[in-house]
């Protein structure tokens, strides 16, 4: 007892001197952390796939639960977090793939960290933890990543009695949001950051583009305009117009879908054209929400190309609660306004953009992460991926292009920016490659952890990350590159269309 007390008395008085047991998993939750419960730590036997590992649990107070994993061998050096999607409300520390998922990071030798954002929630769409809660909607909004990443690092350099080499993150959607949220208010944190899909700004995208599609399919009797039955139809019209041969659109924002083209004529009420009011809610969808002035609200519509994942996002339920409607439903009752109106609020007939709208600007500091200026991180040599499927209908992709333009600008060109950030714009892919739906790849199809491991421990900058289509049993159909933006890959018209190597980079 007296050899562990003097540990941890070594611990907290001096963070990277040796540990007296080091490697004693069992004990390590007794160390003492500011503002910081830790609850357990056990040591996990090896298993489908994943390493022995020390298990700890805690919560940062007020309550922001982690879950911290270390390999007990074979230990890399490096600390991984991943950040959790949607509003998060739960610990989510086995989920599958490489999306927000920590075990991405473990196999590969890395000490781990997730956390919950600081609430529990029943699903990643319930938004009643943040009613009039705004140390909740803070902890959430920036503060439940830099904690756990404070924390995490403290238990693991005194687990294994060394210094970490370098710290990565990587989160999509709203982990994406979190990563940017990382490298514009707490560059040191980390030295590698992957911010996929990045739902940054939450008033354009709960505030106006979500309440707006809602209310752009609201027929007269409440019930939705366009629904699952045309999405054939529509789907053939976009690849007609702008697909590639491989079914990739490219570039939706070129391509100037017209669904008036295939208008019913009067009295027609057959599957194979579109309706006027059809027409119109899909030409609404498109643009995307303008202002009074005649300016966009948020960066563009939804992406030409996506409509095979439309049943996920926009149009599956059959009502107007669509898993986009829902996060925007939510958001609005308990997370958007300084006062939250609660669970009695209808967002489709209430809500008014144009007179709403505004008043969400008084919470956008608390969790909008689109400030463009990253010189703090670019002078401490950090290195930041960011991702987005061009056919991602939940966080359409211009939004990113847009933001990728101002911190290009904010940067001084094209060059400085990409020594420290880079983009790249996938086509075919669904909100961070969640399904393996459509022409495009999935969560399985790239790996933009070892282009930012090369990155920022060897100084190879990606030139281009490598993207597969896998089938459903992970048999590859095909490979090719995906540029830094603006760059755009081109086939040679000479070597086999489905090798990345007879594709290169341009532009």
Known sequence: MARMIGALVALLLFPLSAWADAGDCAHIADAKIEVTNLLSSSVVPAKDGLPEYCRMLGFVRPAINFEIRMPTTGWNGRFYMAGCGGFCGSLDSDRPGQVNAINHGLRRGYAVATMDAGHYGTTATDGRWAMNNPVAIADWGWRAVTETARVGKTVVKAYYTAAIEKSFFNGCSNGGRQALMEASRFPDDFDGIIAGAPAMDGVGIFGALFPFLAQANAGADGKPIFTNAKLRLLGELVTASCADEDGLVGDPRSCKIKPGVMACRPGDLSETCFTPAEVGVLEKWYAGPMGKDGKPLYSGGIPAGSEVFWPAWLTGSGTLEGSDM??????????????????????????????????????????????????????????????????????PPFRTIDYYAAVTKAAGGRAKTESFARLFMIPGMDHCGGSNAGAGIDQRGFDPLTALESWVEKGVAPAALVTTKLDAAGKAKWSRPVCPFPQTAKFDGKGDRSAAASWSCSG
């Open 326 to 395: 829902v996060f925007g439903r939510e958001f609005l009752r308990y997370v958007g306004f300084p006062v939250a109106p609660g669970p009695t609020y209808d967002p489709l007939r209430e809500y008014s953009i144009e007179r709403d709208f505004p008043k969400l600007q008084a919470m956008a500091p608390v969790y909008t992460s689109s400030n463009p200026d990253l010189s703090r991180f670019n002078a401490k040599g950090g290195k930041l991926i960011i991702y987005n499927g061009l056919a991602d209908a939940i966080v």
